[in-house]
T-cell receptor, first 112, second 115 residues
Framework: DAGVIQSPRHEVTEMGQEVTLRCKPI?????LFWYRQTMMRGLELLIY????????DSGMPEDRFSAKMPNASFSTLKIQPSEPRDSAVYFC??????????FGPGTRLTVL | KQEVTQIPAALSVPEGENLVLNCSFT??????LQWFRQDPGKGLTSLLL?????REQTSGRLNASLDKSSGRSTLYIAASQPGDSATYLC??????????????FGKGTHLIIQP
C-alpha cells in the first residue's frame, strides 16, 4: 500500500480564497482523522470520521472549516474563506479502530 | 480535558549514548499511547504503539514503557546515532481528548545526536 496520500503538498493562496485539501486513506482503514500543526499550538485534532461518518468535529476552529468523506477512499477539508491565521501544516491520518494511526506527508498551507 | 506534556523540550547528546524521553498525561483513562518521529518539514512516522493493557513495547533500539496509573510513558533509545536526530512526539487516545478516538499530542522533544 502507498500509505496515506495527501494533495496538494503545498498550497499558497490569498486571503478570502477557498482552499480544498484532499486525502486518500490506507485501504481497509475505517477511521480517518484531520489534524493541524502550528508552531504555537502543536498538533491538534480537527475532525475524524468512522466508516465515512463524521464522529467529532469539536476541533474545527470555525464555520469556515468543513470536511467531507463521500466514500471510504477519499476525504476533503475545505476552508472558505481562508485567512492568514489558517496557515499551517494539515495532516490526514487513518487507522483500523483503536490502533496505530498512520499519517500522510501533510499539506503546507500558506495564506497571504 | 486531556493534556500531554513532554520533557525535555530539547536534548543534545553525543553519538552512542543511551537516552530517555519523557511523556506525561493528565487523564489516565487512555485507550493507547503512541510515539512518533517527525523529521524537519516531513510527516509523522509511527514508532511504537502501546495499548492501555500493555506495559511496554520494543522495536529495535527503541523501547517504550507505559505506567497508566501515574500517567507516564518513557521512550528509551539505545546506542543513539546521528540518524536518530528528529522531533519525537508522544500522543494519547482517550475519551477526554480532543475526540474519543483522536490523538492528543505533546509538543515534542527535539533531539540532536552529535556525531
Amino acid at each position: 500500500d502507498a500509505g496515506v496520500i495527501q494533495s496538494p503538498r503545498h498550497e499558497v493562496t490569498e486571503m478570502g480564497q477557498e482552499v480544498t485539501l484532499r486525502c486518500k486513506p490506507i485501504s481497509g482503514h475505517d477511521y480517518l482523522f484531520w489534524y493541524r500543526q502550528t508552531m504555537m499550538r502543536g498538533l491538534e485534532l480537527l475532525i475524524y470520521f468512522n466508516n465515512n461518518v463524521p464522529i467529532d468535529d469539536s476541533g474545527m476552529p470555525e464555520d469556515r472549516f468543513s470536511a467531507k468523506m463521500p466514500n471510504a477512499s477519499f476525504s476533503t477539508l475545505k476552508i472558505q474563506p481562508s485567512e492568514p491565521r489558517d496557515s499551517a501544516v494539515y495532516f490526514c491520518a487513518s487507522s483500523i479502530s483503536y490502533n496505530e494511526q498512520f499519517f500522510g506527508p501533510g499539506t503546507r498551507l500558506t495564506v497571504l | 480535558k486531556q493534556e500531554v506534556t513532554q520533557i525535555p523540550a530539547a536534548l543534545s547528546v553525543p553519538e552512542g549514548e543511551n537516552l530517555v524521553l519523557n511523556c506525561s498525561f493528565t487523564d489516565s483513562a487512555i485507550y493507547n499511547l503512541q510515539w512518533f518521529r517527525q523529521d524537519p518539514g516531513k510527516g509523522l512516522t509511527s514508532l511504537l504503539l502501546i495499548q492501555s493493557s500493555q506495559r511496554e513495547q520494543t522495536s529495535g533500539r527503541l523501547n517504550a514503557s507505559l505506567d497508566k496509573s501515574s500517567g507516564r510513558s518513557t521512550l528509551y533509545i539505545a546506542a543513539s546515532q546521528p540518524g536518530d536526530s528528529a522531533t519525537y512526539l508522544c500522543a494519547v487516545s482517550s475519551p477526554s481528548g480532543g475526540g474519543a478516538d483522536g490523538l492528543t499530542f505533546g509538543k515534542g522533544t527535539h533531539l540532536i545526536i552529535q556525531p
